[in-house]
């Protein structure tokens, strides 16, 4: 394999990757020594050194990795802070425990539970990467399924939804009871 198209699979490489890849990993891959795949990234470095590029190739120990060059944090910055903050309701995040914790549930589960329609707290949750269709369920209509996704797990700081916290009997059926009041004075008013 040509030079050029050595660059260019460990450009991909780190590309996809994301965070950093040892310098093994890319030699393996791209079926080269550590010392030759090193002389290459070190020449990508340079190269994109010299073309003042808006991304560079950071060496971390004994792995390399592609990041954005410090000189264009500012406009990131800028990106960042113009992008709109999800806010999450109380709607929401009732959905969003519902989904939770009866996952693969169906929206109209959902809407049993809640008392009430639940089609915009669902497109939300969808739409923020929090909820994903799972399935369907094998019944007359397919009904979605609805599940958690990675992102959830990411932004709520657990493994698996087996480390969500447990609810207790006791503790679920007294939940029951305040969602009936609720409900009721809903209803009422």
Same mark, same amino acid.
């Given at each position: 394999?040509?030079?050029?198209?050595?660059?260019?699979?460990?450009?991909?490489?780190?590309?996809?990757?994301?965070?950093?890849?040892?310098?093994?990993?890319?030699?393996?891959?791209?079926?080269?020594?550590?010392?030759?795949?090193?002389?290459?990234?070190?020449?990508?470095?340079?190269?994109?050194?010299?073309?003042?590029?808006?991304?560079?190739?950071?060496?971390?120990?004994?792995?390399?990795?592609?990041?954005?060059?410090?000189?264009?944090?500012?406009?990131?910055?800028?990106?960042?802070?113009?992008?709109?903050?999800?806010?999450?309701?109380?709607?929401?995040?009732?959905?969003?425990?519902?989904?939770?914790?009866?996952?693969?549930?169906?929206? $109209?589960?959902?809407?049993? #539970? +809640?008392? @009430?329609?639940?089609?915009?707290? %669902?497109?939300?949750?969808? /739409?923020? &990467?929090?909820?994903?269709?799972?399935?369907?369920?094998?019944?007359?209509?397919?009904?979605?399924?609805?599940?958690?996704?990675?992102?959830? $797990?990411?932004?709520?700081? #657990? +493994?698996? @939804?087996?480390?969500?916290?447990? %609810?207790?009997?006791?503790? /679920?059926? &007294?939940?029951?009871?305040?969602?009936?009041?609720?409900?009721?004075?809903?209803?009422?008013?």
């Amino acid at each position: 394999m040509e030079i050029q198209r050595l660059e260019a699979v460990i450009e991909a490489i780190l590309f996809t990757m994301g965070g950093s890849v040892e310098l093994k990993q890319i030699a393996a891959a791209i079926e080269h020594d550590e010392g030759t795949t090193r002389k290459i990234i070190n020449n990508l470095m340079d190269k994109y050194d010299s073309e003042d590029r808006g991304i560079r190739i950071m060496e971390i120990d004994t792995s390399f990795q592609m990041c954005t060059k410090n000189e264009y944090y500012p406009y990131l910055i800028n990106l960042v802070s113009s992008r709109k903050n999800h806010t999450m309701t109380n709607v929401m995040l009732e959905t969003l425990s519902i989904i939770a914790y009866k996952q693969p549930v169906t929206r $109209l589960d959902i809407e049993k #539970i +809640r008392g @009430v329609k639940s089609d915009h707290a %669902i497109n939300k949750l969808i /739409e923020y &990467d929090l909820v994903r269709e799972t399935g369907r369920l094998d019944a007359p209509g397919k009904p979605i399924l609805f599940g958690t996704t990675e992102e959830f $797990l990411r932004q709520f700081g #657990i +493994r698996s @939804v087996d480390d969500l916290p447990s %609810i207790h009997q006791d503790k /679920e059926e &007294d939940i029951k009871q305040e969602f009936q009041k609720e409900l009721q004075l809903k209803l009422d008013t």
